[in-house]
């Protein structure tokens, strides 16, 4: 291996550390992810770049204890992420579909869902990318109905929601009623006391907060440009380290290996901040302030969950005219562990495609083995990153580049 490859990788495997330490974690808008910002526009800062790391309002939260309780039995429940806290005694109403909460009279009571309603994570209300009439429907009547509290028990999902379990079927800051999660399991216990008398205690708090997207360019003005994202933030309480810190990683070596680019192209270099957050901030921030020059995109690359220990890099195409995939191929073809993969429509590269700009995205072949497994828990952690494959992911993006 070249002694160039060799000093990247060192470093790939200096800065996966540094993202994944940060305290208490990489949520947006907490103190970890500005640390993990700065240390992001520390170092582009250094290689020459414009920079811009203009804060956007965003919330924070802090979750303590939740306790449910009812005749001297206790139950295992966690706090949704930004749920009000609360101190309610009140009879229990459960439903299990939406016709149930339709008709159900749940004001002012302890409200437990389960089952089919609980089926899928429930979008934010005021989530613009995707959300379904069912899940506005939810919210609707939930709104209107208006328990004192809610209790969502939930199932394995992992083509959902990641490796969670239980997963809190909602997390939204618009969304006023408190709430908690629970398993499945848990949930049919509760169920058979419905109609007695329970005590559910939330201590949670929501805080105001900034964040900032890292915008870093080469050739700022230029007539076209390429467009090369990944989302800095992380999961509540998770590490993040494939998601998703390898794919900032791999936009940091990226960044180090064009420092003296001078080809004909505008680079933009952003490291996004809000794909794990209800609000999905950084984006909305993105698309306000840059929307208008979508004109100049010539193709956009997003990279997320790169750098798995099992399987190879793949990539996958949106929108993409022939000659782009053409330019792709021919460079990506050349590197051993990258291949061509399945698209997927979740990422940060959707809000390019949606726009009709060609797009390409960047994972792990074995994707859905980390979305079962490691995805959104404690076991995200470097370990199970090879940082050699951020290296090869990120001298492929700079070949790309060079295509043009």
């Known amino acids: 291996m070249k002694r160039i490859e060799r000093g990247y990788i060192q470093k790939a495997s200096a800065y996966l550390e540094t993202l994944c330490s940060v305290k208490p974690n990489r ?22 770049y414009t920079v811009d790391t203009t804060p956007f309002a965003c919330l924070d939260f802090t979750g303590g204890q939740a306790s449910l309780e009812c005749k001297g039995n206790s139950f295992e429940i966690n706090v949704s992420p930004y749920s009000l806290g609360c101190d309610v005694a009140a009879e229990l109403i459960t439903v299990s579909s939406v016709e149930e909460l339709e008709q159900c009279r749940c004001g002012g009571k302890i409200l437990l869902m389960k089952g089919e309603i609980c089926r899928e994570q429930l979008m934010p209300k005021n989530f613009v990318f995707y959300n379904p009439d069912d899940h506005k429907k939810i919210y609707a009547l939930l709104e209107e109905k208006k328990p004192a509290g809610i209790i969502t028990a939930t199932e394995k999902k992992p083509e959902l929601v990641g490796a969670l379990y239980p997963f809190p079927l909602i997390v939204d800051g618009d969304f006023d009623i408190p709430n908690v999660y629970c398993k499945d399991t848990v949930g049919e216990k509760i169920t ?54 390898s794919g900032t990683v791999v936009l940091l070596l990226l960044a ?19 794909e794990d957050h209800y609000s999905a901030g950084g984006q909305m921030d993105y698309l306000n302030r840059y929307g208008s020059d979508f004109d100049s995109i010539i193709v956009a690359v997003n990279v997320d969950d790169v750098g798995y220990r099992k399987g190879n890099s793949a990539y996958s195409y949106y929108e993409c005219p022939d000659d782009i995939k053409q ?28 726009r009709g700009k060609a797009a390409i995205a960047f994972t792990s072949e074995k994707i859905s083995e980390l979305m079962a497994n490691v995805t959104h828990t404690s076991r995200d952690i470097p370990d199970i990153i090879d940082s050699l494959k951020l290296v090869e992911v990120a001298l492929a993006l700079k070949n790309f580049i060079m295509q043009f």
Do not use: C
């Open 27 to 48: 949520r947006t808008g907490s103190p970890g992810n500005r640390e993990a910002t700065a240390f992001f526009a520390g170092i582009v800062n250094q290689l020459g």
């Open 192 to 245: 058979g006391k419905s109609a007695e008398i329970f005590r559910l205690k939330i201590d949670a708090k929501r805080i105001p907060s900034t964040a900032a997207n890292i915008i870093a360019r080469k050739n700022p003005g230029v007539k076209d440009k390429i467009v090369l994202t990944a989302h800095i933030d992380a999961y509540e309480n998770t590490p993040g380290a494939s998601d998703n810190a």
């Open 256 to 274: 180090e290996m064009l420092w003296e680019y001078k080809g004909r192209l505008g680079v933009e270099i952003a490291a996004l901040n809000g």
């Open 327 to 354: 330019k792709a191929n021919t460079t990506f073809n050349d590197f051993d562990g990258i291949i061509e993969g399945e698209p997927w429509f979740k990422g940060d590269h959707m809000i390019f495609a949606q």
